[in-house]
Each structure stands twice: as C-alpha cells, then as structure tokens.
C-alpha cells in the first residue's frame, strides 16, 4: 500500500451535505463527516498449572482485584434506568439472536432480584484513555481520535476474553480513514522496510490521559524487540500501546525452564552498569557457577527493549539444548534443582542493588545496526538444525554448542563446538547475521557452509530441511 501524503491538513474544512460517503473510487476531496471504528480482539486464556484455581480465576481476578489493574467492572450493562444504558450496549444485544442474547446476557435475574440465571460474561471498562494519537504514514501528520470505551469481555465459560476498542472523530479525509482502518489494530509488524518502517503499521500511536499526558506509545520500529520474541518464545510479541491497554493480562509466550549442564550459566547485559560486573561475581557464591559473562545488554532476549531505554539488565541463561522449544522439552525434564540455583543467584543480585545507597551508573551502548540483507525469519519455515552458543565471545562467527541429531546440521557433519564463519556465501559475524543468511534460503536448497574446527577451516554442503517435519 502506497504512502498517503497528508498535504491537505491545515485545510481541512467540513464537507457540505451529500459528501461525506464513504465511496470505492478516492478523490482529493472526498471527506467523512462521522468516523468510528470498533476494534474486536478474541483471546484465549491460557490455563494455569493443574491442580491451582479455575481456569480463568487467576487472570480475572489479576484485572478485577489487582493493585495496579486500571479497570473496573461494570456490574450491569443493562439497567432500570434506560437513559443510563449507553447506545453500544442497545446495538450489541440486539445483533443477536434471542436464544444467544439469553446465554451471552443470561436473563434478568439474581441482582435484581427477579428470578433467572446469572451472565457467563463480565464486562470491565477503562476510564484512563481519553484519545488515541495516530500517526499512519512516516512524514503525515498525527490525527487525534476520541477513545469512545476500552473493554474487556470475560466469557468465563469458555476460556475466552474479547477486547473492544472504539475510537471515533470527524471531518477527516477519506485517504486518512483508509489508512487508519488498515493500520490501527495491527498487533505486531509482519516485516521491516530497508529503512526500519514497520509493514502494514502506523508509524506511531499513543494513548492519552484526560489531560492529554502520553500513557503509552507504539515501538513498531522496535526491530530487536520483535525478532528477540520469535528468536526465544517462537512466538510473537505485541506491540507496547497494546500491551499498556491488556495489562495487567500479558501474553503467554510459551516459555521454558532451561537446564543447568556442568554448572555452566550465562549472564548478559554484565557491562550495562558500572557495578555490575562486581554485583554479578560477588553473587556467585559456593557452589559457584561456571559464569560466562557477556557484556551486551542487546540480544535476542525480552531485556533488550528495556537496555534501549536505558536501563541496566541482566538476562540469567543456561543455554540452548536439544529440547529447546520442542514438544520434547516435557515436564519430567525439568531441571528444578539447578532452576533454583539460578533464582537464588538472581535474587542475590537484585537484593544488592536494592540494597545500594546510590543507584547503578548506567552505561550506554548505541544499538547494532539491522540488517540490510532483507531477509526476515518472519513466516520462514528453513531449518538447518544447529543450536548456537549463546554466550557469544569476542570471536567473529557463530559457535555451535551442538546440533540436532538426524537434522541437516548432523548429516552435513557439523558437531558441537564448530565455529560457523560463513553461511550461503554470506559471512557470517554473529548470530544476527547468520539468522539473516540462513532465513535467506528456503526448504530443498543446498548450501554451503564454511566452519572453523580446531583452528582449521572446513566447507560442508547441506541441505536445507522444512521446520516441523
């Protein structure tokens, strides 16, 4: 979609009456009196544990009762007194069916003290958000929108949780609607342009409160942040606007409990501090850890978002195993022990910083540059088969800490401890690059890569296998 230049703005005058359609062919004067856009997003509740409350009573009763939850439940949608019921409410119930209104709705019943059964929903509302500030196209300028209602419909029987979202405005250019319905409920970038723009995104949108104070702005152009999710979780975060809106409900990222293997634990983000170096050592107590500390507080990991903002992290790793992110990786391998062992270091640390008189000295480090190759892992399904050392180190190149066992890594002879120093012809410097080399190619082609063992240079040919086959 091409970008929309917004040369018009200062001019922008109500239409007169008959233009304001919305019509297929766009003209330069084309205008929409009346605006509003619902946005409807279904979730599904993730369960806890076995065994712990209901399925759904933790996360609703984390937004109902919750210390910094922002919303609050509104008890009857419906009541006696009709110039109290907002209009939405009026369209919604009556969209459906009778037999779908009772079971959504329930009838009117227990509160009112009229016989019936109670509703599988309960509503919650946000009273924070007074505007939404959009910005669709780099070099347009931001359109104000009223935020009409911010909900949260818990459908407890079900597993199920609907955020709507209803922003509205007037007199605005038809090219602009356009853009804003296309862009506004993106949840995350399917891709980057050379330059660092977001595909399909707004280039920029912030929540305001009454007083028109910024709440929460987009990090679309987060490049890092996104390909840190999908490295880790396989699975894609969301936007920061939009996790502000859900919170205190988070997104499960199917995350793991490593395995701590000959005592080995790396440590990142050691040098985003001046005391940190000293904090982390001072806290590998007996029985110490074979402590591999890694300066970088970027990398493919949740810390990196909040290291750009500049503040001090520190990401406790055991490292990639060949389990990691499988259906293999079942609850009997969980190394519980060594788990601890790693939160009791943590803990130590967080306690010496909270201790401190003074606050750590940040130090900052400018972020690494994307990569202009303009290949993405993003909907790729290529799979070599290796598993990266995630310690990293001072030498260019990728340092395998294994690879899995009949992949194509193995078959083309590649074995733990391998440094990798180029990959399809493309050199490769870490484990950014070697991404970007690798999700460059696709299923059923060969490659060659060339490899350092025991200070010797090797070349392998390999052919590139499908992920999940």
């Known amino acids: 979609m091409g970008s929309t230049k917004n040369t018009d703005r200062q001019s922008l005058k109500s239409p007169e009456e008959g233009e304001c359609e919305m019509r297929p062919n766009v003209g330069s004067g084309r205008f929409v009196r009346q605006f509003r856009q619902i946005l409807l997003w279904p979730l599904q509740l993730v369960p806890p544990a076995q065994g712990t409350q209901p399925r759904d009573g933790d996360l609703l009763a984390a937004v109902a009762n919750g210390a910094d939850s922002r919303w609050v439940e509104i008890n009857n949608e419906f009541p ?108 995350y970038p399917s891709g980057w342009t050379d330059t660092g723009q977001a595909w399909h995104c707004p280039e920029r949108v912030e929540w305001l409160d009454p007083e028109g104070r910024v709440l929460a702005t987009s990090d679309y152009e987060d490049r890092e942040a996104y390909l840190s999710s999908v490295c880790r979780h396989q699975a894609p975060t969301i936007a ?4 502000f809106l859900l919170a205190p409900l988070g997104m499960d990222q199917n995350d793991m409990v490593g395995r701590l293997r000959n005592d080995r634990l790396i440590v990142y983000g050691v040098n985003t501090a001046t005391e940190m170096p000293a904090l982390v050592q001072a806290a590998n107590v007996s029985p110490a850890f074979d402590l591999k500390a890694v300066g970088d507080g970027y990398g493919p990991s949740d810390q990196s978002s909040f290291y750009a903002k500049g503040i001090p992290v520190l990401h406790f790793f055991t490292d990639l195993h060949d389990d990691y992110h499988r259906a293999t990786d079942d609850a009997d391998k969980i190394d519980s022990v060594g788990a601890a062992r790693v939160v009791a270091m943590a803990e130590r640390v967080v306690r010496d910083i909270a201790d401190r008189d003074a606050p750590l000295t940040p130090v900052r480090v400018a972020a690494p540059a994307p990569a202009t190759s303009g290949s993405s892992s993003q909907g790729s399904n290529v799979y070599l088969g290796s598993i990266p050392d995630m310690s990293g180190g001072d030498e260019a190149g990728l340092r395998l800490s294994g690879v899995r066992g009949g992949s194509p890594a193995d078959l083309g002879g590649l074995k733990a401890g391998d440094l990798v120093v180029e990959l399809g012809g493309k050199p490769v410097k870490d484990l950014y690059s070697y991404s970007d080399a690798l999700y460059a190619h696709k299923p059923g082609e060969k490659v060659e890569i060339v490899y350092v063992r025991s200070g010797e240079r090797h070349t392998t040919t390999v052919t590139l296998g499908t992920r999940g086959q």
């Open 240 to 243: 920061a606007h939009w996790r």
């Open 80 to 187: 006696d007194d009709a110039s109290l019921l907002q209009e939405h409410a009026y369209r919604e119930f009556v969209s459906f069916l009778p037999h779908v209104q009772r079971f959504l709705y329930g009838a009117r019943g227990l509160q009112s003290g009229r016989s019936g059964c109670a509703s599988p929903i309960r509503v919650f509302r946000r009273h924070d958000l007074e505007k939404v500030r959009i910005t669709t196209v780099e070099g347009t300028s931001p359109l104000l929108f009223s935020v009409a209602r911010v909900e949260l419909h818990f459908f407890c029987d079900v597993d199920v949780v609907i955020l709507a979202v209803e922003i509205e405005a007037q007199d605005l250019a038809l090219k602009d609607v356009q853009e804003v319905m296309y862009r506004f409920g993106r949840a």
